[in-house]
């Protein structure tokens, strides 16, 4: 895992703040394939470029603009995009708790591992084992970058890890599909073969062991790969350089959570459902004095 934090803030809910550092839970595992002129098989690069003089633009010369009209665009800092919702940019907010077997997979997105930054260790503790206790993720938003998520916070072990989930309005509907009848006799199915596709699925059951999976598609392109530079079958090329990239800061805060007090003045139930709004914008839930 990296030891830089994507994101750094605090989970919140009702009236307690846990500081937490978000990291990346996946790496990935690509087979890394290089594009190149057919004709002399030199490396094919892209370059940032002004579309109006044809001249390479440096990252030092390049801002966000967001086009309100035609060709009219209205510039924006990453102080600008922070102070446009300051707790919602610091902030993991926890709107509802629900089943996880209510969420389908088709809204599950990215994951992330939460940590607790200094001073949330016992506060991180009681919301994952709480989670564990009650069997429930929380539902909660966050803004990474530019974009506001729909995410749940999932006790995985001795982790919380939060996974990024789609908005209902990104999933489609599956009405025009044609799928087969929902009942086994509209669908043609007898119980004989039911029967035997149960027993084909109970044989080839067994614990869920990931390590024994990953990609051999990959270990047969390598194969290839070795087996072409065995037979002489290669081609000298000069490598890019690889483009300097500014670095980008992460949000810091130092916050204290508060447990006693929030304990004490848990907010009443409002029964106030949440609705998925678009990414661009967001919003700021109101807070019981």
Partial sequence: MATRALWKGAISFGLVHIPVELYSAVQEHELDLTMLDRRDFSPVGYKRYNKNTGKEVSWDDIVKGYEYEDNEYVVLSDEDLKRANVEATQTIDIQAFVDAADVPLTYYEQPYYLAPSRGGAKVYALLRETLRKAGKIGIATVVIRTKQHLCALVCVDDKIVLNTLRYAAEIRSAEELKLPPATMKAAGISDKELQMALSLVEGMSEEWKPERYHDTYKDDVLALVKKKVKAGQ???????????????SSNVVDLVALLQDSLGKRPAKTGRASKAKPAAKTTRRATAA
Avoid: F, G, N
Avoid at 234 to 248: G, L, N, Q, Y
């Fill in 234 to 248: 290669t081609k000298t090329i000069t490598a890019a350089e690889p483009e300097a990239r500014a670095a980008k």
